[in-house]
């Protein structure tokens, strides 16, 4: 069965830095578009960053400038650094996997990351 497995969440004070991991297994990691996802109390979970089975990558708006996904695929790991955090990025971060082929997605368990002013 597949599993994604984030790490790499904490408590940071404001303008510091984290680097969120996704490690995968049991999937084919290259043919997966990889993404983090993140979700705020009362609120609904929303797209941080995207990157694709070529490298391609794309960010909200909220984190553009600050947050950078890359991805390793010998290491069937996805990673985003999130540099100048501000309290409003205090959320439960989650890693998909969407599967190119079959378009199945798969989820990770979350990483809480809690910014404080």
């Known amino acids: 069965q597949v599993q994604l497995v984030e790490s790499g969440g904490g408590l940071v004070q404001a303008g510091g830095s984290l680097r969120l991991s996704c490690a995968a297994s049991?999937?084919?990691?290259?043919?997966?578009?990889m993404g983090w996802y993140r979700q705020a109390p009362g609120k609904q979970r929303e797209l941080v960053a995207l990157?694709?089975?070529?490298?391609?990558?794309n960010y909200a708006d909220a984190v553009k400038g600050r947050f950078t996904i890359s991805r390793d695929n010998a290491k069937s790991t996805v990673y985003l650094q999130m540099n100048s955090l501000k309290p409003e990025d205090t959320a439960v971060y989650y890693c998909?996997?969407?599967?190119?082929?079959?378009?199945?997605?798969?989820w990770g368990q979350g990483t809480q990351v809690t910014v404080s002013s």
């Open positions: 998909k996997g969407t599967n190119t082929y079959s378009s199945r997605e798969y």
């Open positions: 049991k999937m084919i990691f290259s043919i997966n578009n």
């Open positions: 990157i694709t089975t070529y490298g391609g990558t």
